[in-house]
């Protein structure tokens, strides 16, 4: 571990653009279609329980990283396959996000190599890792309010440019709950909720760590809300078949802003909000690999494995896909299977092990 700390607005702040992260770039539930709103809320509400289950285990073993108490639950040679097994989870999210960000800026750079755009990126994600927790903290810190006012002045420009049509969501309930909740799980829970599994690296560096649950719920449900508006606002506008064949429908929806003719063109700003929620995302995914392997490996320094896990970031998000709709159907897919294990399964059984030998053994366990 490092010998650092953040404070509580810090991890705040870090917890809010990473749920925001690549969640604003695509379209969220299409297959609920106008009760899409409706699946994002339940996602959010089975977050909150994925939540609990990451601060039941953190409670128990406060100053140990994931893939410590891993080990001590599970036992050495299991558990250590189980953490390097996490690793290469933190190292394939990452992947995705670094993915997708590079497909944004692809709108503006089409000419220039994908891998060029990719490697930019990473090697501005590594430099802040190699910087450490307390940078990105800070940075967040600082970024965070940008974002939360574009975000927010998004909502109000739109509806003053008089293009909301919110029969756009009518009816609701047109196919009865079963969309709805299909699309809320497995999908809207593990993405992007269930990704705060990253911070179980982080919390051990959380000053107050009291206050640790009742912030990562206020973030969570922050985010939820926020996500939630946005899904409402841009299906009220394009309508359930424009926003869902949309790729970028936030990115579309700032363009259409036009208030008097005086506020509009924001799609810089956009752009810029996208592009760094999405690189706080990556950094988290990275530095939750670096800081992982660095803890499995019993390393010094986290510094000696950043270049290493962001040259396999940088390669996985090359490879894994040749275009953005393999992406987004390689998405789908990983969603209903491998999301689920290292977000709710594995979680769920390490805190039922710690549940029986706490209520058995009468022992203390960390």
Same mark, same amino acid.
């Given at each position: 571990?490092?010998?650092?700390?953040?404070?509580?607005?810090?991890?705040?702040?870090?917890?809010?653009?990473?749920?925001?992260?690549?969640?604003?770039?695509?379209?969220?539930?299409?297959?609920?279609?106008?009760? &899409?709103?409706?699946?994002?809320?339940?996602?959010?509400?089975?977050?909150?329980?994925?939540?609990?289950?990451?601060?039941?285990?953190?409670?128990?073993?406060?100053?140990?990283?994931?893939?410590?108490?891993?080990?001590?639950?599970?036992?050495?040679?299991?558990?250590?396959?189980?953490?390097?097994?996490?690793?290469?989870?933190?190292?394939?999210?990452?992947?995705?996000?670094?993915?997708?960000?590079?497909?944004?800026?692809?709108?503006?750079?089409?000419?220039?190599?994908?891998?060029?755009?990719?490697?930019?990126?990473?090697?501005?994600?590594?430099?802040?890792?190699?910087?450490?927790?307390?940078?990105?903290?800070?940075?967040?810190?600082?970024?965070?309010?940008?974002?939360?006012?574009?975000?927010?002045?998004?909502?109000?420009?739109?509806?003053?440019?008089?293009?909301?049509?919110?029969?756009?969501?009518?009816?609701?309930?047109?196919?009865?709950?079963?969309?709805?909740?299909?699309?809320?799980?497995?999908?809207?829970?593990?993405?992007?909720?269930?990704?705060?599994?990253?911070?179980?690296?982080?919390?051990?560096?959380?000053?107050?760590?009291?206050?640790?649950?009742?912030?990562?719920?206020?973030?969570?449900?922050?985010?939820?809300?926020?996500?939630?508006?946005?899904?409402?606002?841009?299906?009220?506008?394009?309508?359930?078949?424009?926003?869902?064949?949309?790729?970028?429908?936030?990115?579309?929806?700032?363009?259409?802003?036009?208030?008097?003719?005086?506020?509009?063109?924001?799609? &810089?700003?956009?752009?810029?909000?996208?592009?760094?929620?999405?690189?706080?995302?990556?950094?988290?995914?990275?530095?939750?690999?670096?800081?992982? &392997?660095?803890?499995?490996?019993?390393?010094?320094?986290?510094?000696?494995?950043?270049?290493?896990?962001?040259?396999?970031?940088?390669?996985?998000?090359?490879?894994?896909?040749?275009?953005?709709?393999?992406?987004?159907?390689?998405?789908?897919?990983?969603?209903?299977?491998?999301?689920?294990?290292?977000?709710?399964?594995?979680?769920?059984?390490?805190?039922?092990?710690?549940?029986?030998?706490?209520?058995?053994?009468?022992?203390?366990?960390?």
């Amino acid at each position: 571990m490092e010998k650092s700390s953040i404070n509580p607005y810090q991890f705040f702040s870090l917890v809010v653009l990473f749920e925001l992260g690549t969640a604003l770039i695509v379209p969220l539930g299409v297959e609920a279609k106008q009760d &899409a709103w409706l699946a994002e809320l339940l996602g959010m509400v089975g977050g909150i329980f994925l939540l609990l289950q990451y601060y039941y285990l953190y409670r128990h073993y406060p100053n140990l990283l994931l893939t410590s108490y891993i080990q001590k639950i599970s036992g050495k040679y299991i558990g250590y396959m189980i953490a390097l097994s996490y690793i290469l989870f933190f190292i394939y999210g990452a992947s995705r996000d670094l993915r997708e960000s590079s497909e944004l800026f692809l709108l503006d750079y089409s000419e220039t190599p994908m891998s060029i755009l990719s490697g930019i990126i990473i090697l501005l994600v590594c430099y802040g890792v190699y910087q450490g927790i307390e940078v990105l903290a800070r940075a967040g810190e600082l970024f965070f309010i940008l974002v939360i006012t574009m975000v927010v002045l998004t909502f109000f420009f739109t509806i003053g440019s008089n293009i909301v049509r919110f029969e756009n969501l009518l009816p609701v309930l047109e196919n009865g709950w079963k969309p709805v909740i299909t699309t809320a799980f497995p999908d809207r829970v593990f993405f992007p909720y269930g990704e705060l599994i990253c911070f179980t690296v982080i919390l051990p560096y959380l000053d107050h760590s009291e206050n640790g649950m009742k912030l990562g719920m206020i973030a969570m449900i922050l985010s939820g809300i926020l996500l939630t508006m946005t899904i409402v606002i841009e299906i009220a506008v394009f309508g359930v078949n424009g926003w869902s064949t949309s790729v970028f429908p936030f990115l579309k929806l700032v363009e259409k802003i036009n208030i008097g003719g005086f506020v509009q063109s924001l799609e &810089a700003i956009a752009m810029i909000v996208l592009i760094v929620g999405d690189f706080f995302k990556v950094a988290v995914f990275t530095y939750a690999a670096v800081i992982s &392997a660095t803890d499995l490996f019993k390393m010094k320094n986290h510094r000696k494995a950043v270049l290493p896990i962001g040259v396999m970031i940088f390669v996985t998000s090359m490879i894994a896909t040749d275009n953005f709709i393999e992406h987004i159907e390689q998405g789908k897919f990983v969603l209903e299977t491998i999301f689920p294990l290292y977000e709710f399964i594995i979680p769920l059984l390490l805190v039922i092990v710690v549940f029986i030998r706490q209520n058995t053994r009468g022992k203390k366990l960390n």
